[in-house]
């Protein structure tokens, strides 16, 4: 069974950066897409960034292209999601996603990291 675990969220001032972390086991992720998604309060989850295991292929949500970076490391089986310049309006619970290739939707989810950006 796949498990994700997430970590590195907190607090910091605009402008700051964070580096998330996403510990992945159970599965052979060399077939799968990793994902990040947010949710703020009152709002729906959003898709923020996503990667393909074995190519390394990235896509982002326009907000964050120039800010955010994801990256994965084959031998520590993690995902990581660099985010730079944050802004208040990127204050969310993180969450870590994963799918196999064949599949549309994300079937496995960790349990989130607290991400609050202050003004």
């Known amino acids: 069974q796949v498990q994700l675990v997430e970590s590195g969220g907190g607090l910091v001032q605009a402008g700051g950066s964070l580096r998330l972390s996403c510990a992945a086991s159970?599965?052979?992720?060399?077939?799968?897409?990793m994902g990040w998604f947010r949710q703020a309060p009152g709002k729906e989850r959003q898709f923020v960034a996503n990667?393909?295991?074995?190519?390394?292929?990235?896509a982002y949500t326009m907000s964050v292209k120039s800010r955010f970076t994801i990256s994965r490391d084959s031998a520590k089986n993690t995902v990581y999601l660099q985010m730079n310049s944050l802004e208040p309006e990127d204050t969310a619970i993180y969450y870590c996603?994963?799918?196999?290739?064949?599949?549309?939707?994300?079937?496995?989810w960790g349990q989130g990291t607290q991400v609050t950006v202050s003004s």
């Open positions: 996603a994963a799918r196999p290739l064949w599949r549309s939707d994300y079937n496995f």
């Open positions: 990667i393909r295991w074995r190519e390394g292929t990235t």
């Open positions: 159970g599965g052979a992720f060399g077939s799968y897409i």
